[in-house]
């Protein structure tokens, strides 16, 4: 089946940086999305990309679905504390709706 | 909107007992939610796929007679762990589809542990 590879694993980073995440492929996708998961919760929708090379941003959050179709990355630009948490992307393949998630980075933001 | 519901939220069990979980899609009807579970430091590993007045789908590896789905309704499903082990011991989440392209809103999720 398709496999998905996110890196990094991890990031600590300081207040105000920015930072970028990013995810591949073996197999083609016609969906990316990002989530993020806060401990104890469900992950929320961030980010939805629909088309090779659609760029789209959510406040200070832009992704990208890479022209191959086969990666995206996520950027958070000016980190705050609240953006602490596990961020997943998930790729959907053009057939069929089951989700493929990636392995997630976890973020850390120390102020 | 887009919001799904989960409970319980948390869960505590004797090993032999079953539990059962309930996914609700609060204000859209989803005819396919899924059930996902999850173990700590790990991403999400699909279970099974549910639609609304059909039998569930579920990934290989998955027993289906052990881990029991009923969509009864547009807006409910509904996760029986049937005879619990310190195994079954993990963070259950359903996920709704909605829109053209099904997105995947995700419920708070259900912490279940078996003693």
């Known amino acids: 089946g398709q496999q998905l590879n996110q890196s990094p694993q991890s990031m600590f980073i300081q207040e105000g940086e920015d930072v970028s995440m990013n995810c591949t492929s073996s197999?083609?996708?016609?969906?990316w999305l990002w989530y993020k998961q806060d401990p104890g919760e469900g992950p929320v929708l961030l980010i939805a990309l629909y088309k090779a090379g659609e760029l789209t941003s959510n406040g200070r959050l832009t992704a990208q679905f890479g022209i191959t179709r086969k990666d995206s990355f996520l950027n958070i630009s000016a980190s705050i504390p609240s953006d602490v948490g596990i961020y997943f992307c998930?790729?959907?393949?053009?057939?069929?709706?089951?989700?493929?998630f990636g392995e997630g980075t976890q973020l850390t933001v120390n102020p | 909107g887009a919001v799904v519901s989960q409970h319980p939220s948390r869960v505590i069990c004797k090993s032999g007992t079953s539990v059962k979980i309930e996914c609700r899609s609060l204000d859209f009807q989803a005819t396919t939610m899924f059930w996902y579970r999850q173990f700590p430091k790990q991403s999400l590993m699909l279970m099974a796929t549910s639609n609304e007045g059909s039998k569930a789908t579920y990934e290989q590896g998955v027993e289906k007679d052990k881990f029991l789905i009923n969509h009864a309704s547009l807006t409910l499903s509904t996760l029986t762990v049937t005879s619990a082990h310190p195994e079954d011991s993990s963070f259950y989440i359903c996920s709704a589809g909605l829109g053209s392209y099904n997105e995947q809103f995700f419920g708070p999720g259900t912490r279940l542990t078996v003693l």
């Open positions: 998930a790729g959907r393949e053009t057939s069929g709706s089951r989700l493929t």
């Open positions: 197999s083609i996708f016609n969906t």
